[in-house]
């Protein structure tokens, strides 16, 4: 059985959580076939506690919010994950994501705030941020699916509303979760030291931004750089879905990502000959999902000398989000309607917009601002806006709401982005294979880098004709990250400790708690260092130890040298390492509330993640309660009836067995 | 199936068992050591037996089902052969045990009769068979599930506590019967209970079809029960002066000094 489930993630104002017991919950099994069936799960059924399976189409709010209200009678709930996406669409996002942890505020603009004006994702029914008081697991649809469900056939499927009869067919979950109620409690819980091993019981969410920078930065001399201007390329790296473990995240999280790597490739020789004036910052952002935790902590470190850059050196900011092109030809540039009535930003963000158009000329795809003035969609660069009023875009492929009908959930894959391959072809040549999808967001990409070029200062008319972004490049990324990480491309360019790490299945791009490196980071970082690095000849040894040779001590605070794998020449079986120089570094994306301890913050994100046991379930037939009595009542009167005959017949032993009694010791 | 089904097949299992030992055994430190004797030396037979088995096992063609029953077949005789000879060498083992204590202690008359021993002998081995029996069926009966997800029976737990109760109290019987007719070299006796024995391990494999085979296993139990009370000295006339309780004034007359 592939079970995933849900784990218990809690902030202190949303506290979603599934309670289940210590020794895992039992449920009778019964497989819901509609709406109105849930009568028997909740009032008619005669046997109490019911694990029900849902099939995906029942997977609703409705559904899910009358089980919740009747949640004594239910044990557990299996949702069976469809083999395609459902036409609909499928979003348990709310319908105004990161609502508070954005810049709208109400000091900010009270008429813009809570999504007043667009609901940016309409068919968000929230219920990734419900609280529910029973495990919640998601099955695919394979034989060990059909068999459950062959078992609440045969052993508890009624007809005309009669008793179904013991034994009946039954299963358990295992999901025990450590956390509790909220996250300031379960900090609190953290810290306290009652036995010699304190037991943790919850973590923050987090991990690490991956930033590389054009011109590099010296990583010891943090605060502000007189002289230096910044163009900040954001993305977001994260997504995640109802369920753990499968957060493909095309749309919403690749799209934008894959493009910007696209982007700072295919400007690496127009930034490295002729650097133009300004410096361009890279910045793939991690946990954006949960109330921007990276963003969030990157504007805190540069306000607070922690950085070596602060907020008075950012020019502008380019953020990449959802920009999967589904046939259509148009892109859409959002901008923040507040910032704009100062007139020097404005000048500067019609500026941009005009440097995004001239990108576009002559290729297929057309940029345009929306028609009404709207506030920016949930993206990191409000985080910036919150400190200072910067001139920045939002590039999307949509005008108001979200195109993305599974903006956050598990369906929002590969299929999604009409990612197809033809038939019969082996992995290596669906690797090579370039599909439309990554067709179009090399356009986009080529757009990005040739407007990153000119608000750079950059003005050679000649390189920006040359900067255009590798559409090869840009399919083997997407056949990396939605399909299979485990491919040659990607094996290439990492150093081998982490390659046995990478897996045949789409990368879970969930940001995981702070301790756990997550997978998409570390393989955002190589690619960007292969992408944007240099190769230097040095040794294994100078190599990972951050040195050009012996004497070596200041290159690492400004480079990073990774020894990658690399491929295997075609006579033979050993792969070529070699040394990778660029200027990619990782930084800490921890909430700034955790550092600073105020686990109430409204200002940071406060997300946690509950500790658990082993995650895990079965199936088995359990007997009627009257049954198990019987068994222990027989089993306590063969006890008592033992009991009292043996009293009986020792106290007259001497007698029942008195003759043939032993004559004098000597015959034995 | 939780607690309730443990409970109440270990107090079906070893009900009986637990009675005598504490009514009859534990006051007695001898008779405890030589029942944890006993168990020890059923237990070293289990484990002659299982050495064979798996060494036969291994050798043999671990595919063709037929070939597997078989071996389970010889399997279980040949448990039951060795059983029964580690019985008879754990009496001959007391018989000299007997003339040694009785060079050593002070006293005209045995510690412990033979009679005694047998007992104790049998309800050894009937512990330890028990307890290899249906110990680790009770570890699963006190899982929140049942037996049957497969299509097999739901009274298995039941089923196999019976037959744990009627295998421990047969061992008993067997043991009196055994060193009673070893005692008066009836050889016949011997081999009865060698049979009786072999008739309730072969008939465990009607299981799944639990009455096939409980049902004669009671009956056999039965019949060795008053066989037993027979070679332990019991009659009819003992039993209807119990029953009578006619017994004090009997005791009165028949008083005499030990």
Known sequence: MDLLSNKWIINLIFCLFFTASLSGDVGVLHVLESEANLDWVLQNGPNPPYMVILDSTLFTRSVMMKLKTGSSRVAGVVVVAPSSNPAEGFSPHTTCPNENSGVYSESYDPALAHCNVTKWNPLGNGLSYEEYDFPMFSLKDDNDTQAIKQCYYDHNHVVNGSSPRYPLCAMQLYSHMSAVTDTATCMRRNGINFSLNPETVCDPLGDFNVLASTRPLNYTDKGHKTGESVVIAAARLDSRSFFFDIAPGAESAASGFVTLLAAAHALRNATQDAQPNRTILYAFFQGETFDYIGSSRLVYDMDNKQFPLDLDNVHSVVEIGQVGLHGESKLWVHTDPVSRRNSSVNEEVEKLIRNLNSSALNLSLSLQEPSFSQPLPPSSFQRFLRARPIPGVVIQNHNSSFTNRYYESMYDNAEYLNMSYPPNLTPEEQLEYVTDAAKALTEVATIVARALYTQAGGSDPIQLKNINADSQMVTQMLYGFLVKSNNSWFQQMVPSDFAIHLRDRPTNFYVGVTQQHSEPTLLVQYLLANLTGTTVNITQDNCQNQREDEDDKESKHIYSYMWVQGAAPPNSTERVAFCVRSTVRLSKALSPAFDLEEYTSKDYSTWTESRWKSIKGRIFLVASHELEMLTLGVGVAVLIASLMLTYIISSKADILFSSGREPTAATY | ?258
Request: with cysteine; proline share 3%.
């Open chain 2, 1 to 258: 199936m939780t607690a309730a089904v443990f409970f109440g097949c270990t107090f079906i299992a070893f009900g009986p068992a637990i009675a005598l030992f504490l009514f009859t055994i534990a006051r007695e430190p001898l008779r405890v050591i030589f029942l944890i004797a006993g168990a020890f030396f059923w237990l070293v037979s289990l484990l002659l037996s299982s050495l064979v088995w798996f060494i036969s096992v291994q050798i043999s063609n671990k595919e063709s089902a037929a070939q597997q029953k078989g071996l389970l077949i010889f399997g279980v005789v040949l448990s039951v052969l060795l059983q029964e000879t580690f019985r008879f060498a754990y009496y001959k083992l007391l018989k000299k045990a007997n003339e040694g204590l009785l060079t050593l202690s002070q006293e005209e008359t045995m510690p412990i009769s033979i009679r005694q021993l047998a007992y104790v002998s049998g309800l050894g081995f009937g512990f330890m068979s028990g307890a290899f029996s249906v110990v680790n069926i009770l570890a699963d009966s006190a899982g929140p599930g049942t037996v049957g997800i497969h299509g097999d029976s739901q009274h298995y737990f039941l089923s196999s506590a019976f037959m744990t109760m009627a295998i421990i109290l047969l061992h008993m019987f067997w043991g009196v019967v055994f060193f009673d007719a070893c005692e008066k070299q009836r050889w016949w006796a011997v081999g009865a209970v060698v049979i009786s024995h072999l008739l309730v391990s072969c008939l465990t494999f009607q299981n799944p079809e639990y009455v096939a085979s409980l049902v004669p296993t009671y009956v056999i139990l039965f019949l060795m029960g008053v066989w037993a009370f027979y070679s332990a000295g019991g009659s009819l006339r003992n039993l209807k002066l119990c029953l009578t309780c006619k017994d004090k004034d009997l005791l009165l007359a028949n008083h005499r000094p030990r």
